[in-house]
Nanobody, 120 residues
Framework: QVQLEESGGGSVQPGGSLRLSCLAS????????MGWYRQAPGKQRELVAR???????DYADSVKGRFTISRDSARNTAYLQMNSLKPEDTAVYYC??????????????WGQGTQVTVSS
């Protein structure tokens, strides 16, 4: 059974921090790069952070220097530490493999996501 379960979102003031967690199925976690994506209202979903199986880290320019992705293979869990949050970081955050999991019918599989709201 496929599992992607995000948690840790919430509401914070600008400059605040949050740590997101993603519990994934072992079969995903052991064989795929993992990514954190986000989708803001009216915008397309975008990949903001990626960690390869070998530990290479990549970030979107908009979050570079503020966000840190990591993975714990023993717990099949990926994390996203978000510091110096800005209002433009407000979005629903999802984790997934990179590229995203594709179901037999051709559509991508996504978890429920976790809402992050940055506002004063």
């Amino acid at each position: 059974q496929v599992q992607l379960e995000e948690s840790g979102g919430g509401s914070v003031q600008p400059g605040g921090s949050l740590r997101l967690s993603c519990l994934a199925s072992a079969i995903i976690f052991r064989f795929a790069a993992m990514g954190w994506y986000r989708q803001a209202p009216g915008k397309q979903r975008e990949l903001v952070a990626r960690i390869s199986l070998g530990g290479r880290l990549d970030y979107a320019d908009s979050v570079k220097g503020r966000f840190t992705i990591s993975r714990d293979s023993a717990r099949n869990t990926a994390y996203l530490q978000m510091n110096s949050l800005k209002p433009e970081d407000t979005a629903v955050y999802y984790c997934n493999a990179d590229p995203p999991l594709r179901l037999a019918g051709g559509s991508d599989y996504w978890g429920q996501g976790t809402q992050v709201t940055v506002s004063s």
